[in-house]
Structure formats: C-alpha cells, structure tokens
C-alpha cells in the first residue's frame, strides 16, 4: 500500500520511470505445484471437483509443464475414497465428491514414487446481501469501485477470499478481527474497470490457515514484491507435505470452501 | 568489563596525586561576536604548557592552569584567531567572542586550522560536519539535507534513494540515537524519506559517532547523531530564509534582553500542492517543520535554554485517504555552573512522535505514537589539565500507543479497537573520563549502567512451554501460538526489567603532532525496537518496549585507526576498520502481520547480526579547493538460526546480508571557491548494487503466476553510481550590509543515470509474459534556490 502512494507521489513529480531490463536469472530445480480447491456452490448441485498439477518453471518461460502421470485421491474423515482421474494439461477430475461442513479430508498424490498428504477441513461462508457500485474509490477517488457487502457471524473468526474475474484476476482477502458480527464487504476497485463490465464475484470460507497463506502469495506476486517499503520475498509453503522426501517440497495448497457466486454489470 | 573498572580506579588515582601543584581554574565562555551564539568545539590552548581543551555543546571550557603569565590561543574554524595574555595568579573567568573571519579578511576563507588535538583525541569513528559544508553540497531538489549530507561519509549509507533514515556501519536504521538539543527524534524523515525533518537554518552543529561512542550515550546500539539548534542571535534582531523547488524556509531570531536573552523561531513548509491536482478531488502533500529556541542567561553561571521542535507530514488523497504523522519535542534546559570547573546541564524533556491514517473507503481511523518524558542531569567535570570526568544520570518514562483503530462514522463495519498501551522505565547512571595519561598517550574510558523496566498496566497473553511461535515441522513454517491464558498486570507493577553494565574506552597514540593510531571497544544496550519488516521502516512503523518476550539488543564494537595529518593539516587522512556484533536483533516469521497486532511475540523471533568493515577518509582541509574522497569497504549480515535443531529458522538459519549491504562505497566531495562570487561543488558517488531477491523459477496458482524466490538477498541490483553539481553565487555585498542574499544552482544526477530502485518480477498483464521491471527514482534533476538574510 505504501509503494503506492510513494509511487503516485513520484508519478506527479514526473521523475521516477519504469522500464523492462535484461535480468538473467539462477534456475532452481522444478517442484511439483498442487491446486486443490474442492468447492461445494451454494447454487449448485454440481460435485464435479477437479485439481491441477503442474512443475515449477524457469522464470521467464511462457509455458507451466503439466504433471499428467500422478495418482490422485481424497480420504474423507469417514474413510470413503474419491479417486481423481487425469484428463488432460494436469487437470484430475472426480464427479462424486460433495464435501461435507467442518469434516477433515486428507489429499494423496503420488507423482514420481513419492508420496505428498495434505489434510483439511471443509469451510463453510455466509451469504452475499448485495452489491453496491460507486464512483469515488481508491486512494485517489476517482476510480469505480465494487463493494460486495455479507455479514460476519458473530463471536467466531471468519476468514474470507474473494475472487473478481473481470479482465485480470484478482484475490482479495479478509479476516474479521476489527469487524466481526458486522455488514461489511469485499473491496473492488481498480482503474480498469469500465462501464459495461461483467464481473464474476466468487466468495470462498476459507480456514486460518490458507488465509496465512494467501495472505503470503499475495505479498510475492505482481506489483507487491520489491522496494523498500515492501515485506522480504520469501518462498511460499503451503500445506502439502512431501512424506517420503522432505526437501522436495511441492508448492500450492489444498483446501475444501464452501462458495456464494455472484455477478455484475458495472453501470 | 572488571578488567576496565579496575583500570578505571587506578586512572583516577593517578589524576589526583598529580593535583598537588599551585594552579588556578581558567573557566569561561566562548561566543560569535555577531550574533553572541555559544560555539562548540572551540580550541583553548596554552602552548607553552602543552595543555588544551575544546568547549562542550554550551561553549563551556575549563582549564588548570598554574601560576604564572601566557599565550592563550582561541581557534575556530571560520573565525579570526584570538592570542592573548593572560596571567593567572587567582581562579580567572575569561569570555571570548569570536569574529568571523570571512568578514574581515580580504582573502578567501584561509583560516588557521588547529586540528592538531584531533590527533591526539582518543576520540574516533566521530564525523563532524559544519553546517557550512553542508549547505554547500549539491543536493537532489536544491534542498539542504543533514541526512542526504551525511550518506557521502564514510561508513553512513542508506537502503536506495527513496528510503528513510541511514544506516551506520552496517546497524539499522532504528538503532541510531537522532538527538535535537537533547531529544531523541524517532522519525527523522520527511515525505518517506526524501527529506530530513531538520531545518538546516536552525542548526548550529552536529555530530555522528559511529563507534568509539562516549558513556554519556546509551539507548541504541548504531550510532549517535548528536544535532544542537542554535540559541539564537542576542544583540540584533535577523532574518533569514530561502525559497526553492519543495520548500520554503524563513528564520527570525533577535534579542529579548540584549546581551542575555534571545529568542529564534525557524519554519519550513513544503507547497501544498507535492502532488499535482490531478484530478477534480482534493489532494494535497506537503511538511512543514517549526523549530524554536529561548535562551536567557541569569548570570555568569546560570543559563536557561528551551527549545521547541514540531514537525508533521501531511498526506491527503480525497476523502479516502489522510495520513499525517510527525515529531513533537519541547526541551527546559538550566545550565549551571559549580565552582568554575564543574559545568552541569539538567534538561526536562518531552517528545512526542505520532502517526494517524485514515482510510476513506475501508471506513476507518488509525492512531498511533509514542510519547516520553526524559530528565537528565548530566556534568563534566575539569579537574586539572590531563583529567576531565563527565558523568550524569538519565531517566526517561515512556507510553507507547501501538495503535486504535476507530470506525470513522456509524456506517462503517469495522469495530472500535484498541491494542494495550505499554509503559516502560529506562534509567542509566555513567561517568567518562577523558585522561591524557602522558604526552603521546590518552584515553577516554567509562561506564554506563542502564536498567529497563517494562511496566503496568499491561495485559500479557501466555503461551504453552512460553512459546509465543510455534514451528510446524511438517509444513517448515512458523505458526503463531494460540494464547492458554492472559495475566494482568496493575498501573506501576514491573513486568519485566533488565540490567546491563556498558563499558566504553577508547585510546589514542600519538608518534608525533601529525600521526596516531587509535582503538576503541563499546557495549551498548537498545532497549526499544521499531517493529519493521519491510525492507526500509516506513512512518507507520511501530516502536516497541522490550519486555516479557523481547530481549533488549546488545552490541559490541571495536575499532582500530590510523590517523595523520599532511602539510600542517591542510591534509588529513583517517583510516578505521571496525567489527561488531550485535545479539537479540529480532527477525519477522515469513508472512508476519505487524499492523494492529497485539501480539507481536507471536510472529518474531530472535536473531543477530554483524557488520565489518574499513573506512578511509582523506580530506583536503584549506584553501580554495577543498573536499574529501570517502571508500568503505563492509559487510552487513543478519542470521535467525532456529532455537532447536529441527527448525530451519529464517533463510534457512544462515547468514544474509543486510538490505543495506553495500561492499564498496566510494563517495567524492569537492567544493572550489572560484571568486568571492561564486563557489561550484561537485558530488559523486559510487556504490555496489543493494541486496535483493530474485526469483529463480515460478508457478502458476489460481491463474496467477507466482515467482519462487532464491535465498534472501542473495542478488544485487546493479551497481549505483551518480554525480551532482551545484553552482553557488553571492552577489557583490553592497556598502548596505544589511541585506544579503544569493543564488544556488543545482543538478542532480548529471549523466541521467537509471539507477534501479527496485527490480520487479512479474508478468506482464497484457502479453502475459514475464518480466523484470526496474523502478528508476530520479532521472537528471535540475534546480534553483534562493537565499536571503538581513
């Protein structure tokens, strides 16, 4: 947040410049990457559940390699067994797994004979209420903004991620500590937006410990890394575990959310 | 540390059984004869003794001397040389006013320099710079900055252009001492750190020790940054100002009593408008500063000083967001003196630093600050010509408001907050001698005592096995530790208190007038942290007290040096190396939270760090050219190991440079008086890259492309280096003395060099495709400043 005022102050002095330079870079050795979100659509009755894995890549290549030839389940706490069958570019697809509230699923994938576990509890989420548009948003108030109000459920910690799907992506994220029990709301506001734009709002219950997580993506990615003003860049682990093979630790996280979906057409 | 007490008894013993001659005290003050401003770090000397002594920060100075008539010689630098003869056959008061020398003498600023006790000084590692020096640097804006000045020392050096504060000898930048007219100023940046928030008019002297540093000081464990304000002018009423590209300053200062009292009021105001009206909403950025002094004198040995600094940073971008934060610092001096050769200074101090935000849009104010409350009595104490003590005690209470946060009206969803005030007691008592054991050898040794106390009222969460930071082996991160229970603590009750002895000594050998070499040792205990990930603090950084899970951090340093005079002095060189070491420097868990956190013991853990490295410094000191060549050659390091065998720490438990590492820095200053009109002065400077990280593959997670990054600071920017010019014209002095007035023109950044500020990696959102992007602050940057006095 910082940078950007520090960068708007040197925007309108006129005397700060940004360019692409030729960096070359040190390659680490690829990892596996886990994304393994198991969504349960308050609109829908779909269980269609799918994960995707992929290796890590040299930074500055243009394709992410799919892993295609891992074996992927999910164990409920009551021991039932959801096989992921791979169909193609590393996604893994199962159609019967409905996960239930507050129960613990372990996640086993077993990709170049070793083992990675991740275990998990299913989040529930409140409701969206509404969705309110203004014109005065950002720090300089002047962009449009796209405030997706809910209400907190009291005397409990929530914890929240929000994802806009307009022209870019964009993940927002929210624990309740200064607003529990509260109508608050999901922020968007960026100078892209136009008028006529459709945004797709996704509204996830996240666990505590995938907001820890998200919560250090967000610092390492796009204009939030470097700089003075900004956190140490820092590897992010998530909550896959190698068994059989700890320093060849995978990247990304499994977690199980419930969802409230909307969209919207910016006027 | 037994070892250095027991040296210090035996010094002592010495001194006195050497006090049995017939001798008198020679005691006075010395004073610009314009303006009756108290100079500090005069030279009284008695030649034909062989004995000397420079006044303190009141202009001060004591001598014995015995029976008998002599040559008494007053030196300062810029000003006219007083010889006199003196006889002294009873206890004699002496004043001295001091006239400029530029003023009288046709020639160019060829003063007499009498730098010949530097050498012998067991003073080290001490930067002095005249206020003289620094107005004259080229600086980026045309802007005069104590701070921007002193990165072209050797040893001083900052995290990129853009950010706040400095960095010595490899410490960070929360554990230099910044000291206004005694006070501590916790935030010394204007506008992120573009700017000082010291008004160059209003001061009067500084100084920076970087190692070597005297019992007197304690509380960090970098540096001192030691700032006096001037007292103002007591026998006529001045003004002064200036007008440039960022701000304006205007300065007025006169008699109250003449001859006894004076008054001087400074302000500074950057234009409201830093950020363009760029759109149809209210914007605006600006500081502003106000410094005030009142000095009275009641007699010949009382003196009553206050002085006022207030300072805020205002940024306010439409209804949605305000941030404003300053310093606040009032200061009630009595200067007394005992029996002509004990001077005393009791000060009643008051400081204050707060930061507010308000964020429009997320429907929020945020308050935070810390205030204290400082009395020190401190004396120095001549006792005869080769034995000067100073000793004195300090206690400072201080109440730290970590932050409030306040719904901003009643429409908003978020909560009223607040985190628990913390209340802290820091009291030191020292003594310091300065000895000259014999002709060629002379050591300045003491002891500081500092005891901490973490007070009540206070509500501390406790944790399992008393571990706030639990590690998951499994995953390899930190975890914050969920509280078993909070015990209360009432208004007053200790919580927690630490005690620490911090010897200090320096030594100095002479082989002759021109040549020494030195060496000095000093421990020193920070009791406070500024709670900061980021790579550079920023003003919303919080300070926090040591306590019940933050252990106060120790340094130990030592210095050796070779120093030597060329030519009379019209050369100097100075060469130090250094090593230090400091333990329970404390280190952010990956993803730490920091803002509104009440429980910071949850996301740090304890580390160390170390720094080494060699300075020189070679100057030209007269003449029409004059100006310094600065290289340091350092090492800045930080380790947290983790605190069993299985946790891995941060960074893997090894080793990483500081962010403000910087291998070579090589700084060049010149200045060349080409007429009486016109002075040009050049800057260069060249520097390793800063440390930074960078990525050595990526991912993809959620359609966003995540960089996996390489060990912490284990890259570097490409190299910094840049030049600036500046051009300084006084027009012809009229027979009207009365108003005076110049020009000065500067360029900063000659050649247009990009100097990376920062490098971003991250995908490009239109192409898609990864890039590096460098951030480049200041490009070539012209400006013109004018002066003005009358």
Known sequence: MLLKIFGLFLIFTGTSCEDVVDIPLDESEPRLVVEASILSYKESESNIQQIRLTESAPFYDEEIPPVENASVKIISE????????????????????????????????????????????????????????????????????????????????????????????????YEDKFTDGNQIFGYYSNEDIQPGDNIAVEMYGISKSYYEYLFILRAQIGENSGGPFETQPATVKGNVINR???????????????????TYIVE | MKQNFSLFILACCYAFTSFAQESYTLSGTITDASSNETLIGVNVLIPSLNTGVVTNEYGFYSLKVPEGTYDLVISYLGFQTIT?????????????????????????????????????KPEMSLNKLSINTIQKMPV???????????????????????????????????????????????????????????????????????????????GRVSSVLDIYQRDGNSREFKMQGGIGAISSRLLAEGPIVKDKGSFLIAGR????????????????????????????????????LF????????????????????NTVLNLRWNHIFSDNIFSNLSVIYSDYYYGLTLGFVGFNWDSGIKNLNLKYDFDHYLNDTFQLKYGLQNTYYDFNPGEI????????????????????????YFSAEHNISEKLSAEYGLRYSGFYRIGRDELSIYENDSPVVYNED???????????????????????????????????????????????????????????????????????????????????????????FQDGIYSLETETFYKKIKNRIDYVNGANLIANNNIERVILNGKSRAYGLEVLFRKNEGRFTGWLAYTLSRAEQKTPGRTPVETGINGGDWYKSNYDKTHDVSITASYEASKKWEFNANFSFQTGLPSTFPTAQYSYENITVPVYAPRNSNRLPAYHRLDLSANYNPKISSEKDFRSSWSFGIYNVYNRKNAYSLTFRENSDTGVNEAVRLSLFGIIPSVTYNFSF
């Open chain 2, 84 to 120: 006199e003869r003196i006889t002294i056959s009873s206890q004699t008061n002496l004043n001295f006013k001091l006239k400029e020398s530029s003023e009288f003498l046709d020639e160019i600023v060829i003063s007499q320099r009498s730098d010949g006790l530097n050498i012998k």
């Open chain 2, 406 to 429: 306040e719904p901003i009206d009643e429409t908003s969803g978020i909560n009223y907050f607040k985190l628990n005030n913390k209340y802290a007691l820091e009291s030191a008592v």
């Open chain 2, 269 to 304: 105001s950057s234009y409201a408008h830093l950020f363009l009206k760029f759109t149809d909403n209210e914007n605006s950025a600006y500081f502003y500063d106000l410094n005030t002094k009142l000095s009275y004198r009641l007699d010949d040995k009382n003196k009553l």
């Open chain 1, 78 to 173: 009551t021991g039932l067994e959801y096989d992921f069958i791979h169909t193609s570019e590393g996604y893994y697809i199962n159609e019967n797994l409905n996960p239930i509230l507050r129960e613990t699923y372990e996640l086993q994938i077993i990709y170049n004979d070793e083992v990675y576990t991740a275990t998990e509890t299913m989040m529930g989420v409140t409701d969206i209420d509404f969705i309110e548009q203004t014109a005065t948003g950002g720090f300089a108030g002047d962009e449009i903004e796209v405030k997706v109000f809910y209400t907190d459920p009291g005397n409990e910690p929530n914890y929240y991620l929000f994802i806009f799907r307009n022209k870019k992506i964009t993940l927002e994220i």
């Open chain 2, 475 to 565: 995953r390899d991160i930190y975890e914050e530790a969920e509280p078993i229970g909070t015990q209360t603590y009432e208004s007053g009750k200790i919580i927690s208190s630490f005690g620490n002895f911090e010897p200090r000594f320096s030594i100095a050998y002479s082989f002759n007038d021109n040549q020494s070499i030195k060496a000095s040792y000093n421990r020193m205990a920070q009791y406070l942290h500024l709670i900061s990930n980021t790579s550079s603090p920023t003003p919303l950084d919080v300070w926090t007290p040591s306590g019940p899970f933050i252990d106060p951090q120790i340094l130990d340093q030592y210095a050796f040096g070779y120093f030597r005079n």
């Open chain 2, 140 to 218: 980026i804006f045309g802007e005069v900055d104590v701070i921007k000045s002193l990165l072209m020392l050797p040893g001083v050096s900052n995290a990129g252009e853009g950010s706040s504060g400095f960095n010595v000898r490899g410490g960070a930048v929360d554990q230099n001492l910044i000291l206004l007219d005694e006070a501590t100023i916790y935030n010394s940046s204007h506008l992120f750190g573009f700017f000082s928030v010291f008004n160059p008019d209003a001061i009067k002297d500084l100084k920076l020790y970087k190692g070597g540093i005297p019992a007197k000081y304690g």
């Open chain 1, 244 to 262: 059989s093979n700890k320093e060849n630790y995978p990247f990304g996280y499994f977690h199980l959310s419930e969802v409230d979906t909307s």
């Open chain 2, 307 to 326: 002085s006022g600094y207030f300072g805020r940073d205002v940024f306010s971008l439409s209804r949605n967001f305000k941030n404003t934060y300053g």
